[in-house]
Every structure is written in C-alpha cells, then in structure tokens.
C-alpha cells in the first residue's frame, strides 16, 4: 500500500462526535461494573457482613496491581487487525469478574475462607478485564480522534464513565434495599449483561475499513519486549510515565483521608463529609470541561496548550493542598470547601489534560504501538492508585502515632502529597514542547 493511500483511509477513519460518545458508553459500562464491585460491594463487606475495611482495600489493590500488564493487553490488541475484540472480550472478562466477586461477597457471609479466596480470583479477573478493555478503547480512541478533538473527547468519554458510576450506584442502591444476598447476586448479573449488550452494541462496525484493516496486517510484526524497549527508549515517553505515577500517586492518596480530616478537624458530621466530596467532584467536573473547551483548537492558541493546563494544574493542586496544610495548622479557621472545590478543579483540569496528552503522545511516531504506550501509562496510572490509597492511609496512621497533634499529622500528610504534585509539574515541563504542544490551527 502506499503512503498515500495510507493517508487517504486515515483522514477518512477520523472519529465524529457520534462515534466519541459510542466510545464512551463502552467507558460508562466499564464504570458501572468497577464502581458495583469497588464501592457497593465494599459497603456491603464493612456493614452488612461486619469485616475490616482492610479487606475491602487490599481486594482493591489487588485489581489495581494485576494492571500491571496493561502495556502486554496494549500490544497484543495492537497485533491484530482490529482493538474490538479486545474490548469486547475484555468487558466480558469484567463482568465475570464483577458477577464473581458479588457472589464472594455473599459467600463471606457463609464461610468466610471459601468467600475471600472467590473474591481473590474475581479481583483478579476485574483486574485483567480492566487491562484488556480500558487500554484497547484508549488506544482506538487516540487513533480515531483528530487533533483539535482530544481534549473534548477525553472529557466527553470520562465523563460519560461518571455518568454510568452515578446510574449504577443510584439504581443499584434502590434495588438492594433492604439488603439480601440473593439481590446483590441478582443486580450484579444484570449489570454484566447490560454492559456486554451495550459494549457490543456500541462497538458494532465503528472501528476501522476493510482497507484499514489490510494496511494493519502488512505491518511488520515485533516481539513485545523489542517494542517495549523501543518505547521507552524515547525521553518523552519515560518522563510522561513517571509524571502519570507522580500526579495520579498525589491525586489518590488524599481519596481516603480527606474526609476523615474534615470529620475529625472540623468537626463535620457524616453527611457533611459526604457533600464535601460532592463539592470536591463539581470541582473536578468544572475543571474537565474548562480544559475540553480551552483545549480546542480554535482556544488554546489564548489559553494554552495541554501541556501547560499539566504543568499549571499540577501547581495548581499543590497549593491547593497547602492550603489544606494551613486548615490543618489553623485547626478548622479555614474555608474548607472552598480549598476542596479549588482541589477538585486543579485535579479534573491537569488529569484531563493528561488522558488528552497521553492520546497525543500515544500515536506521535506511528509504528502501530499506541496500545503499548497506552498500556505503559495506564499501568503506571493503576500501580499508582493502588499505592496511593494504601500510602495515604497508612501514612495518616503513622503522622497520627507521632504527632500528638491530629491536625499537624493531617497536615504533614497534605504536605508530602502537595511536593509530589509540584514533582508532577517539573516532570511535565521536562516532555519536549514539539510532542505535546499541539499544532496551532490555520
């Protein structure tokens, strides 16, 4: 095939606005099922059957940890002729796994060793199901979409996974009252189902041509460790991954003990803690959709480029957290939820910035690996979360036992969190401005 006729298909296979949201309904059915498994789930283990809340936590770290072979998923979907059948294939693996671990959580309640070995392969399995579908749809995402769509598409899909996190928690919620072991199994296998049918038939016929599809099987095959090497034998591609660990450990680690400082410090009660993350998560929203609009072409000549809402967000949320330092030492003399909501849109203005980025990134130099370099810094995005929700609880213990003080231990917390957030900035600074900064519109 030539180089032009190359071309010719590529321009053609350009994503519309219909085939972004399709795409992110896939994105909304994987939310739906992690969110059962990661929150309602872990409710029902801590609550209704009486267990630590370790176990809930350590079953999440598992799911984030076993993503470790996300950059593998990435090339194997890159070696075949379409990503489809990895994202299928990967959903229904999540639902298996999502279906599984619900019927664990209700064996627990019958014999405890049976159930948390079920949970442990389920977890297990989300894991994998994750990899495989969350690294192939990013992939086909970053090849579909032009330029001057990322930043609106990245949000619109994530958004759209908030949207099916808030459905499910809200339907499945109503229907699990009052709690039976026989509902969460039930509720459990229709949202698998659900979310195969709607994966599948969001995906039916949107990927590729049939001469696509021959351009891909021509391309000369690699072993995956030469690609891997290759990969990150670019400087932009290793210091793009260790700002995605940086700035994803900052943004998890403050998950766990935001609202137990707020409960403990300034003395909020439980439903005042809980409308503070939703203060916290407006935030978030404001700040991914202030990027999906100044991130377009026609904007960003006037308000910057992606790379600089990283750089800036990252800032941003340093002082941010510095400023829950100051609530912290000040001892509840603070505007708090006026601090979270700054938190929250410095958090979804560079985390958005970074999945639009990453898309970029992910195809500068072709050669058919965006899956490998999607997979590389979904992992270290993953690897992050888990550690990050560990290290931030287990740090706040540690501050806690030396500090007679729970404020100050609070506050060292929040300023180890904000170094890393201003870390996370330098290291985007060090990406080369020719492979971030998109091209300027005519």
Known sequence: MSIAIAQAVTRHSTFGWLSIVRLGLVQASIGAIVVMTTSTLNRIMVVELALPASLPGLLVAI????????????????????????????????????????????????????????????????GIGVSMSGTSLLALLAKGVSDDRRAAAATTV??????????????AGKFLDPYAPEKVILISGIISLVAIA??????????????????????EKIPFKIALREIL????????????????????????????????????????????????????????????????????????SLRSWMIYGCLASALAMFGLVMAGILEGEWPLKLNVYVLGLANGAFSIAAIASMMRL????????????????????????????????????????IFTNPAWAYASVFFIEAILFVASAYMASLVERKSTNEFKAG
């Open 233 to 304: 034998s670019d400087p932009d591609t290793k210091r793009f991954t260790i700002f995605i660990f940086l700035s994803m450990l900052a943004f998890s680690a403050q998950d766990l003990i935001l609202e137990p400082f707020a409960g403990i410090i300034f003395k909020y009660t439980l439903g005042e803690t809980t409308s503070l993350s939703g203060i916290q998560h407006s935030g978030v929203l404001t700040g991914m959709l202030l990027v999906a609009v100044c991130g377009s072409s026609r904007l960003r000549r006037y308000f910057g």
């Open 158 to 171: 994530w958004l759209m996974m908030i949207f099916g996190f808030a459905l499910t928690s809200g339907l």
């Open 63 to 126: 799911h984030y940890f076993v993503q470790v072979i996300r950059p593998r998923m990435g090339f194997e979907s890159d070696s075949g002729s379409k990503k489809t059948p990895w994202i299928i294939g990967g959903v229904a693996l999540l639902a298996l796994g999502g279906f599984g671990a619900a019927i664990a959580t209700t064996l627990m309640g019958v014999n405890l060793i049976i159930g948390i070995l079920a949970a442990i392969l389920a977890f297990f399995l989300i």
């Open 362 to 401: 992910a195809v500068v130099g072709g050669g058919g690996k965006e899956g490998v370099r999607i997979g590389l810094w979904g992992g270290a995005q993953a690897i992050a979360f888990g550690l990050g929700g560990l290290l931030g609880a287990g740090a706040s213990d540690l501050a806690r036992s």
């Open 198 to 219: 709607l994966t599948s038939l969001a995906l039916y016929r949107l990927e590729g041509s049939d001469l696509e599809n021959k351009i891909s099987k021509t391309k």
